[in-house]
């Protein structure tokens, strides 16, 4: 028996089901490979076939839901849809089953480790031979990101214009590449930098400044040189972390000369480079860079510490992996001055308590003394920084 018909609704098939087939459960279309809804469960079935041959009543909304949250990456409404396949599942004494999926739900998300990319060409290095860049491809989007409205859109602004570079280059026209992300630690920069990577399918290769600085002399414009030639073998994302380093650096060492002319020459590889990568520096000592410097970047982009509903948001992106009891909400007040790094470690430590105490859910409790914790590290830092 098939309910292939659009037009009908899924309540309307599921009454017409049950007075079909009182003793078996109930066909509710057909799924994944073909096979009615209600036949047993084979060997070999996916999880969501079987789901909905075991349980037999996983009613086809529940079933779409639950797809549909997974395929928007929204993980609130995919735990909601899941839930509620699990209370079907007990409602109608399939608590095998229902504990197997609840398992299975609670089990920690594993986190996909960025691998290493395979370049074509091998990687630069420094005199002493360590690399100058790490490259990796990125697994983050931009739905990782919790951004400020204006920053999201001048960032998705430069990813329409990396699509659109055709019909750029059809009025003479580039994408902007060499971008300034410019902001307080932990809001962060390097965070949508591998979204970038991540949303456009290009690996980000890291600068890694360490090796690229060196203290012979006219060295690290050579690396630097270096540096951009290798990204003539494709497309990348050029991450150059913690940019003002390079700055300071050179100003500590008293060595201004040289700074000027590794910057310059910095600035002209950036302006003179004919490649397809975006690069990317970032700071949080913008005032150590001249204003000269800021001008010759296509695009600078502000970071800024989080609102209170950003915050409220970060919290609630970062619970949605685990049950949790805590309105999200009437917590962020408590997190004003935190960075999106601290309050996403607020979310993380608070995960870890529930799962030391072998709770079932985040409590207030758990995260009151996250926050807590984060407050004396925060007193801890602060402190030392001035007694600097
Ligand atoms: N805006 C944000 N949205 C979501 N998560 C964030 C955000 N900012 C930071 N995080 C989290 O905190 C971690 C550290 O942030 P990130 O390294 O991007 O900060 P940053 O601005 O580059 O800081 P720094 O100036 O110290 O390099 C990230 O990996 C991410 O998990
Ligand atoms: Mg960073």
Redesign the pocket.
């Known amino acids: 028996m098939k309910f292939a018909d659009p037009g009908r609704s899924a309540g309307k098939v599921w009454g017409e089901a049950v007075r079909a087939q009182s003793d078996v459960p109930s066909p509710l279309g057909v799924i994944g490979n073909g096979r009615e809804i209600g036949l047993p469960a084979r060997e070999g079935d996916n999880l969501v076939t079987r789901l909905a041959y075991d349980v037999g009543m996983a009613r086809s909304d529940q079933l779409k839901a639950l797809l549909r949250s997974h395929k928007e990456g929204d993980e609130q409404s995919f735990r909601t849809a899941a839930e509620e396949i699990i209370q079907d599942a007990k409602k109608r004494r399939h608590d095998l089953l229902a504990k197997e999926l609840e398992a299975i739900l609670d089990e920690p998300v594993r986190t996909r480790r960025p691998a290493k990319v395979a370049t074509l060409r091998p990687l630069p290095v420094g005199r002493d031979e360590t690399p100058l860049l790490n490259v990796r491809n990125s697994t983050k989007s931009l739905h ?4 400020a409205k204006e920053t999201t859109d001048v960032v998705v602004g430069l990813l329409d214009e990396q699509r659109s570079r055709t019909a750029l280059h059809a009025y003479g026209l580039e994408p902007r590449r060499s971008i300034l ?1 410019s ?12 979204a970038l990577g991540g949303e456009l399918g290009w690996p980000v290769a890291h600068v890694q400044l360490a090796s690229v600085v060196s203290s012979y002399l006219g060295e690290t414009a050579k690396n630097l040189a270096q540096i951009f030639s290798f990204l003539e073998s494709g497309s990348y994302v050029l991450l150059f ?2 940019f003002d380093m390079l700055a300071r650096d050179r100003n500590e060492r008293g060595d201004h000369g040289e700074l000027k002319r590794v910057v310059s020459a910095l600035l002209q590889l950036i302006e003179t480079t004919t490649n397809d990568s975006i690069i990317i520096a ?3 000592h913008a005032n150590l860079l001249d204003s000269a410097l800021w001008r010759r970047f296509d695009e600078v982009i502000p ?1 800024a510490l ?1 609102s209170e509903a ?1 915050r409220a948001e ?1 919290l609630s ?2 619970l949605s992996v685990v049950r949790s009891d805590v309105d999200t909400d009437s917590v962020s007040p408590r997190l004003d001055g935190f ?3 601290e ?3 607020v979310a993380l430590d608070s995960i870890r308590l529930m799962v030391r105490n072998l709770d079932r859910s985040v409590s207030d409790e758990h995260i009151s003394y996250a926050i807590e914790r984060m407050e004396e590290r925060r007193r801890t830092i602060l402190n030392s920084n001035s007694l600097e």
């Open positions: 990782d990101v919790v951004l992300f902001g307080p630690s932990g809001t962060g920069k390097s965070a949508t930098a591998e972390d913690e970032t700071t949080n970071f989080p950003q970060l992106r970062r960075s999106h790094a309050v996403e470690s």
